[in-house]
């Protein structure tokens, strides 16, 4: 389970708190929601969980073990990162996923690495892209490959910043069931930012309203209401229910 408790953050010592007293819960195989206006730092948070940057007070756990006090090989065997810029270089589809491996070894990766790759590769419907060259493929296919890379790191946490910020429709939709089938199939637990409401409520099991640098209200997909949305991203939204389905009309938010 992913617990973070009390956390604030500023980026100088006499700076502003960007994160403040910010409290937040999340179990085995959940997918939560990380949701606000652009600037109430969200991307912070997650700098935070991954160790980009060190809280200024507070902690972050996973099942009881202080990420603060692992080392980067460590945490990369609890968390799994895909950033909403993703870069590979001129990679091979499987040397893009061994880069995952990295913490597993030293100079070359062994045996062992090579078969979690292929693992991977098959899990994600990627073994025939294995020896095309990243560069060549499309939006979607290079965040199929984003969340390959951090599976093969076997992770127990995956954090997304905006997985589907650049994608078309169709592989919007892909992207976010192949993410919820990882979270049902193998425990996987996920924190993501996702823009659009109607993806998050679909897609999510907790959802974070985070606004001024607080987690204002924690609630599940059935306690998400009109007042929340309205309060955290200062706008006017309605929310229908559609053939017992909740559609929340106003529902992309910058």
Known sequence: MLEISNLSFRYGRNSRLILENLNLSLGEGEVGILLGRNGSGKTTLFKNIIGVEKPT?????FDGNSLKKMTKSERARVI???????????????????????????YRPGEADIEAVNEVLQKMGL????????????????????????LAQNPRLLVFDEPTGNL???????????????????????????H??????????RFFFLKDGKIKYNVTRDEVTEH???????????????????????????
């Not at 007070?57 to 756990?61: A, L, N, R």
């Not at 659009?196 to 099991?205: E, K, S, Y």
């Open 57 to 61: 007070d507070g902690d972050i756990t």
């Open 80 to 106: 799994g990162y895909v950033p909403q810029d993703i870069r590979f270089g001129s990679l091979t589809v499987f040397e893009s996923i061994m880069i995952g491996r990295i913490s597993y070894f030293g």
């Open 127 to 150: 073994t025939e892209y294995s020896d095309r060259n990243v560069e060549q493929l499309s939006g979607g296919e290079r965040q199929k490959i984003a969340i390959a890379r951090a």
């Open 168 to 194: 078309d429709i169709s592989n919007e939709h892909l992207i976010l069931r192949q993410a919820r089938e990882l979270a049902d199939d193998f425990n996987i637990s996920i924190l993501t930012s996702l």
């Open 196 to 205: 659009d409401l109607n993806q998050a409520l679909n897609f999510g099991d």
């Open 228 to 254: 929340i949305i309205s309060d955290t991203f200062d706008a006017d939204v309605r929310i229908l229910s559609i053939e017992g389905e909740k559609v929340i009309l106003g529902g992309k938010i910058l």
